[in-house]
T-cell receptor, first 113, second 112 residues
Framework: NAGVTQTPKFQVLKTGQSMTLQCAQDMNHEYMSWYRQDPGMGLRLIHY???????DQGEVPNGYNVSRSTTEDFPLRLLSAAPSQTSVYFCASSYVSGDQPQHFGDGTRLSIL | QKEVEQDPGPLSVPEGAIVSLNCTYS??????FMWYRQYSRKGPELLMY????GNKEDGRFTAQVDKSSKYISLFIRDSQPSDSATYLCAMSEGSGTYKYIFGTGTRLKVLA
């Protein structure tokens, strides 16, 4: 009963480095999304996908890239890390966007030095 | 003005108290309303999910939606120290849209 699994749990990067945050779900959900959570800002949508091969931008997409080759996986790539991307990143999934609640992973804490 | 407003707290109550957590919103198109509980260093966990106006009860938790006032509430009866967490409200317009809007969360502390 894994649900939504995110790896790694913690990561420290230097400015300019790239990395991929992994997200996998075993609930056969079509909809998957990435959020960042910052103090006082709430959860802000970065990118989302409504199925394999289909992705779109959310509220704060700059500096991030996504792809969806399978239903289960939805990785988030930081192309050139900046200190402003220091945050906690959450992946979420649901059956159908908007009228079903999302289920979240436990997050990746990312620090950019 | 944010689409969803939520008092950040912290809200401190004694064990056994009834807790009332609230959110207001501005978008009258929202139809689906959710409450999540988030413990420190964990992801949001779905507590309650309601459609349109009315009440929904699940154990010690009651979710209330008043669409005419654009106001939703979560009530926790017989609060326990284990209820200490941040509570997030969330809402969406419905099928065909990706748009889930979250409140910033209210920190709750239940004192033993």
């Amino acid at each position: 009963n894994a649900g939504v699994t995110q790896t790694p749990k913690f990561q420290v990067l230097k400015t300019g480095q790239s990395m991929t945050l992994q997200c996998a779900q075993d609930m056969n959900h079509e909809y998957m999304s990435w959020y960042r959570q910052d103090p006082g800002m709430g959860l802000r949508l970065i990118h989302y996908s409504v199925g394999a091969g289909i992705t779109d931008q959310g509220e704060v997409p700059n500096g991030y890239n996504v792809s969806r080759s399978t239903t289960e996986d939805f990785p988030l790539r930081l192309l050139s890390a900046a200190p402003s991307q220091t945050s906690v990143y959450f992946c979420a999934s649901s059956y159908v966007s908007g009228d079903q609640p999302q289920h979240f992973g436990d997050g990746t804490r990312l620090s950019i030095l | 003005q944010k689409e969803v407003e939520q008092d950040p707290g912290p809200l401190s109550v004694p064990e056994g108290a009834i807790v009332s957590l609230n959110c207001t919103y501005s978008n009258s198109a929202f139809q689906y309303f959710m409450w999540y509980r988030q413990y420190s260093r964990k992801g949001p966990e779905l507590l309650m999910y309601t459609y349109s106006s009315g009440n929904k009860e699940d154990g010690r938790f009651t979710a209330q939606v008043d669409k005419s006032s654009k106001y939703i509430s979560l009530f926790i009866r017989d609060s326990q120290p284990s209820d200490s967490a941040t509570y997030l409200c969330a809402m969406s317009e419905g099928s065909g849209t990706y748009k889930y809007i979250f409140g910033t969360g209210t920190r709750l502390k239940v004192l033993a």
